[in-house]
């Protein structure tokens, strides 16, 4: 029984969600392999050997492999997936992008947001926005799973020794081209990444009121920003800092939430943060529910406050 995880880099280094999907593989038990298909991804390949529980890296190398483009990495993994009982990805914009189409042309049922292993065949997901676990068994000869990075610790990236190894690249499949990006330059933590993590919510009012009252907050505390899907939807902050279940899951070890009421949506992207505090004037407010710190208070009062104190 060996799992194959498949990395997620810059071609240069490995990135943080790709560690914690190798300690969900390595809890299914087995050897663990890691494929880096990148373009002069060497680097990373390398530094994916230094992970801790990997036992073989898999490189392969292609200019097609550049922008990850999810046709041409699905036929890169269906081309070594006969040797796996486990295919885990991370649960991140490329993974639910690429899973599917290799779970597909497997012909097997894929494990989605997998948060706790329990056996090799036996999984838990949560459902219903994080309000329910199911607990999933599958009979596939081959696992294909997406896992919820912050449900599993992420592996030492150095103290490893594994091989790499070459893998023939299989060719463009033509089916999709890279057309370009635009990238929102920021020069606070990722969201995803960051150990404290400030948030707004529509009782903000504007994006300059966001920014006036949270960002010297966040500077104090060296936070990423993030938001509510209702602040996101008002554009009072843009679509990356949207932390929930249709944005970014999060867990660091600290999360301050701002005028959040705290819908399910929400809560679901940020409720299993190590610490919890909550700004509100509403009492009533379903953010209380699971905030370790409450503080019913005018956060335009407050977060000020809170800033000349630190």
């Known amino acids: 029984m060996t799992s194959l995880v498949i990395a997620e880099h ?16 390595v809890q299914c038990g087995g050897d663990v392999h890691v ?30 492999f550049a922008h990850a483009l999810a046709e041409n990495m699905a036929g890169q993994i269906l081309a070594i997936a006969s040797g796996y009982s486990h295919i885990l990805f991370p649960s991140t914009a490329s993974g ?9 042309k497997l012909d097997v049922g894929q494990l989605s947001d997998v948060s706790k292993v329990i056996s090799a065949d036996t999984f838990e997901r949560p459902i219903y926005a994080g309000n329910a676990i ?13 896992v919820r990075t912050t449900g599993f610790d992420p592996a030492a990236a150095t103290g ?12 463009d499949s033509g089916k999709s081209s890279f057309v370009g990006s635009e990238i929102a330059k920021n020069d606070r933590p990722e969201l995803t990444a960051a150990k404290i993590i400030v948030s707004g919510g529509r009782a ?73 505090v909550a700004i509100n004037k509403d009492p009533e407010a379903p953010i209380f529910s699971v905030a370790d710190y409450g503080l019913e208070a005018d956060l335009f009062v407050a977060v000020p406050e809170l800033i000349a104190a630190l």
């Open 204 to 276: 903000l009012g504007s994006s300059e009121k966001f920014t006036e009252v949270l960002t010297p907050l966040a500077d104090k505390l060296g936070a990423a920003l993030g938001a509510s899907r209702a602040a996101v939807d008002a554009g009072y902050a843009p679509n990356d800092w949207q932390v929930g279940q249709t944005g970014k899951i999060v867990a660091p070890q600290l999360y301050v939430a701002c005028g959040i009421s705290g819908a399910i949506q929400h809560l679901a992207g940020m409720k299993d943060s190590k610490v919890i």
């Open 134 to 146: 199911a607990t999933v068994q599958s009979m596939d000869a081959t696992k294909v799973i997406t």
């Open 96 to 104: 639910k992008n690429i899973a599917p189409r290799v779970a597909a």
């Open 10 to 25: 810059d071609h240069a280094s490995i990135k943080g969600a790709t560690l914690n999907t190798v300690t969900a593989a």
């Open 35 to 64: 494929l880096v298909a990148g373009s002069n991804a060497a680097a990373a390949a390398a530094a994916a050997a230094q992970i801790a529980g990997v036992s073989k890296v898999i490189h392969a190398d292609g200019a097609q």
């Open 160 to 171: 490893g020794a594994a091989a790499v190894e070459s893998a023939s690249a299989v060719a």
